[in-house]
């Protein structure tokens, strides 16, 4: 697979039935490996590994309904209160980040509710944070850190 703008880290596979699998360690199962699990699967170790998110408050590729249509996000935290913190759209390496790609996230967090926003293709990385009162985006240079 291709390198991404992450720091490197150790991943379990398997191969099956000439599939290649990738070690989940949220959903504790492997998955098929394709170009966007790939760039999930090293914003999870992002997010555990540099930003200290624990894994008890991350939950990856859950169904939420919007407009009566079902949807999967990509990555969720949550708050210690159970209420969310980031969500985060995750795009495969080849597909460039435009606006369709925040109008996404943007119509998932109108369910969600969500604190920080986070799209990535594992090349290019986007933060914003919510501005709900004024009811738009503002982008940031990174992410908070974990904090207790």
């Known amino acids: 697979m291709e390198l991404l703008n992450f720091p490197k880290y150790t991943f379990r596979f398997k191969n099956r039935e000439n599939k290649i699998y990738i070690f989940d360690a949220i959903r504790k199962k492997f998955v098929v490996l394709t ?14 590994q540099e930003k200290n998110y624990p894994i ?10 919007f407009n009566d249509l079902k949807r999967r996000y990509d990555i969720v935290i949550f708050n210690s209160d159970g209420s969310i913190f980031l969500v985060v759209e995750c795009k495969r ?5 435009k606006q369709n790609t925040f109008d996404q996230i943007a119509r998932y967090n109108m369910v969600l509710e969500a604190q920080y926003l986070m799209v990535t293709n594992g090349l290019n990385h986007f933060y914003c944070t919510m501005d709900y009162e004024a009811k738009k985006y503002d982008f940031l240079r990174e992410l908070p850190d974990y904090q207790l």
């Open 35 to 48: 170009p966007e699990e790939w760039v999930r699967q090293h914003t999870v170790q992002f997010l555990i």
């Open 56 to 65: 008890s408050l991350i939950n990856v590729e859950k169904e939420l309904i």
């Open 93 to 97: 390496s080849a597909i460039a980040i």
